[in-house]
T-cell receptor
Framework: DSGVTQTPKHLITATGQRVTLRCSPRSGDLSVYWYQQSLDQGLQFLIQYYNGEERAKGNILERFSAQQFPDLHSELNLSSLELGDSALYFC??????????????FGPGTRLTVT | QKEVEQDPGPLSVPEGAIVSLNCTYSNSAFQYFMWYRQYSRKGPELLMYTYSSGNKEDGRFTAQVDKSSKYISLFIRDSQPSDSATYLCAMIKGGSEKLVFGKGTKLTVNP
């Protein structure tokens, strides 16, 4: 158990809908990273927040947004969902703003299915 | 061309075999190299990391980096059924905050 929690575990929704995925980082970690894992693209970095502020952006679509709250939990919002958004969404946490190779811990993921 | 290429397999070996997993990359800016293991329906967990060319050993696992060839490898000795998982290579460019992953190789070790 990495100490990173994600809810829900599974989500099934229809095209055009909006969903929110939630992540709670490990105790003491201030950085939260979001990743998308699909069969086509593999595991791709979406966005990083550190202590409430956006720090780095990857291949995140404009239909997607994230935020980190004062209690350090983070939410990833996905809107106008398309079939291609079906994937596993992982969050990871680490203590520092800068990515250090051995300090990032992944949560168990949320499996999103868009029908 | 993707920045990081990894053969997705699947790879099936008998218990006790030596397993070799590989990734190639195209950008010489990558400085930090990692291998993650991902069991089915779980998040990736870090197995090994290195930032220099050469070998790094940890128990049955050896990570090898050849920066001149832009090639990294993970060797698993005396493979066990519990090693059955997907193995992902990952890299970070110097000064970047972004992990770039290979697509992963699915390994099955048969008892």
């Amino acid at each position: 158990d990495s100490g990173v929690t994600q809810t829900p575990k599974h989500l099934i929704t229809a095209t055009g809908q909006r969903v929110t995925l939630r992540c709670s980082p490990r105790s003491g970690d201030l950085s939260v990273y979001w990743y998308q894992q699909s069969l086509d693209q593999g595991l791709q970095f979406l966005i990083q927040y550190y202590n409430g502020e956006e720090r780095a952006k990857g291949n995140i679509l404009e239909r997607f947004s994230a935020q980190q709250f004062p209690d350090l939990h983070s939410e990833l919002n996905l809107s106008s969902l398309e079939l291609g958004d079906s994937a596993l969404y992982f969050c990871a946490s680490s203590p520092r703003p800068k990515l250090v190779t051995n300090e990032q811990y992944f949560g168990p993921g949320t499996r999103l299915t868009v029908t | 061309q993707k920045e990081v290429e990894q053969d997705p397999g699947p790879l099936s070996v008998p218990e006790g075999a030596i397993v070799s997993l590989n990734c190639t990359y195209s950008n010489s800016a990558f400085q930090y190299f990692m291998w993650y293991r991902q069991y089915s329906r779980k998040g990736p967990e870090l197995l090994m990391y290195t930032y220099s060319s050469g070998n790094k050993e940890d128990g049955r696992f050896t990570a090898q980096v050849d920066k001149s060839s832009k090639y990294i490898s993970l060797f698993i000795r005396d493979s066990q059924p519990s090693d059955s998982a997907t193995y992902l290579c990952a890299m970070i460019k110097g000064g970047s905050e972004k992990l770039v992953f290979g697509k992963g190789t699915k390994l099955t070790v048969n008892p």
